[in-house]
């Protein structure tokens, strides 16, 4: 309980009055006293006959996970029990990931209840609060603001915003599982998953000859692989320094939970098991595989756990548990990116272990900025030395991608913008058996 600007108006009026009693009627200087306890008593009548804060109740209802650049809208019923003012002043204090649309606002109280709406502004993905409702109102005669201070603590998960494109995922998948069915097929051939050794005959791969068996039993023999429909998707995501540096305005680490999510309402609404593996200089989530799309909820929610990270990322460390957790085949998602030789060559070095049984798609973030840079006409001396650099960084990139190629790693090389677009397309080519 405070005075309101008016009381104090009131209350410094006195002094102009004492003062000029004292000038010109030195005999009614008690005139300013007494206004000044006629001030305090008005402001003590206030506080009686005003609302008190014991006998207001909140009703909140805050959405529990929003997506990054999507604002929801959230709410609070304020309920009076007793004499009720005519309006109340509501703020809200948040997280520092979310912000609250307006901070603050003014709202009429009809029948000793008010509803407030407000908007809950993500920032950046994560984990927030809304921390604190504050209410303040006045007393009838406006000397006295009442408030009231309501400790919420309500989390909300913010999580990337894949609403716009679920209506593609959704189209993409009538499309496919009148194709492909929901029920695994075995087709011999053209698959992934070894099946068994036959005669090598002419028009077959001649990549699928096996040259140890072949000197082994004397004679020409081939891997026969069958079609996995039925798939184990295991996203590892690389959460490092530079996976958090933008990338057209947006971090990659964001792109690629897009895109992570986009795949993963496909591959669950087609009948596939889904998990997501992230790391930096050490291991951050593990998630266990889940199915059906129910679960692609439980995947929202393992992504908004993911945090940004200054961390330099650890290669051998984050694939190599990962390579240890998985206990049967499975086609492994890998989203990170590198700015030297130096880790792109351990990059590579642990994705060989983890070809040895696993099938790899690997997401190449393509830079058009460096792409520009490069090829931009230079107008002066730093624009030229500006464009050798960048060439020479994208030069690095294609090396360290084509032999990512040649190990057999499915390279998806498209613009940042059509990621998700393009790592649908290498899934189904996988679930089609022609990977």
């Excluded at 890998?334 to 642990?350: H, Y």
Aim: include cysteine; proline fraction near 4%; charge should be neutral.
């Amino acid at each position: 309980m405070y005075p309101t600007a008016r009381m104090i108006g009131v209350a410094l009026l006195g002094v102009p009055l004492a003062l000029a009693a004292g000038l010109y009627a030195p005999q009614f200087w008690l005139v300013g006293a007494g206004w000044m306890l006629v001030a305090v008593g008005l402001f003590l009548l206030d506080a009686m006959i005003s609302a008190a804060p014991s006998q207001l109740s909140f009703a909140a209802k805050v959405p529990g996970a929003i997506g990054v650049a999507r604002p929801e809208n959230a709410s609070v019923r304020l309920m009076f029990e007793g004499p009720a003012p005519s309006s109340v002043e509501f703020a809200v204090d948040t997280g520092t990931l979310i912000e609250p649309v307006p901070e603050r606002q003014e709202t009429t109280v009809a029948g000793g209840t008010a509803q407030v709406d407000f908007a809950i502004k993500p920032l950046r993905r994560g984990e927030s609060f809304v921390e604190t409702l504050w209410t303040r109102w006045q007393g009838p005669l406006g000397l006295v603001w009442k408030q009231r201070k309501h400790t919420l603590h309500e989390k909300v998960a913010i999580i990337p915003n894949i609403a716009s494109i679920k209506e593609e995922a959704r189209r993409l998948f009538e499309r496919e599982s009148g194709q492909m069915g929901m029920r695994a097929q075995l087709r011999t051939g053209e698959g992934t998953e070894f099946n068994a050794l036959k005669e090598f005959e002419p028009g077959m791969d001649r990549r699928m000859i096996d040259w140890k068996q072949t000197a082994k039993h004397g004679r020409l023999l081939a891997r026969e692989f069958k079609v996995e429909e039925n798939l184990h998707i295991v996203f590892a995501l690389d959460t490092g320094r530079l996976m958090c540096e933008p990338l057209k305005g947006l971090p990659r680490i964001d792109r690629a939970i897009q895109a992570m999510l986009l795949l993963s309402y496909v591959a669950l609404r087609l009948g596939d098991r889904v998990g997501i593996f992230a790391f930096d200089e050490k291991p951050k989530i593990a998630s266990r595989t889940v199915s059906g799309a129910h679960a692609f909820s439980a995947l929202q929610y393992v992504a908004s756990q993911i945090d940004y990270s200054t961390a330099e990322t650890n290669f051998t460390l984050g694939l190599t548990q990962l390579a240890g957790e998985l206990q049967r085949r499975a086609v492994i998602v890998v989203f990170t990116d590198f700015s030297d030789t130096t880790s792109a060559e351990l990059m590579v070095e642990n994705m060989k272990r983890l070809l040895a049984r696993h099938l790899v798609l690997f997401i190449a973030f393509r830079d058009e900025e460096l792409e520009s840079m490069a090829l931009a006409e230079p107008a002066e001396t730093a624009d030229v030395s500006r464009a050798v650099l960048a060439d020479g960084m994208l030069r690095e990139r294609e090396l360290v991608t084509t032999k990512l190629k040649r190990l057999g790693v499915n390279v998806i090389d498209v613009p940042v913008d059509k990621i998700g677009a393009g790592l649908i397309d290498a899934y189904l080519t996988v679930k089609r058996g022609a990977g």
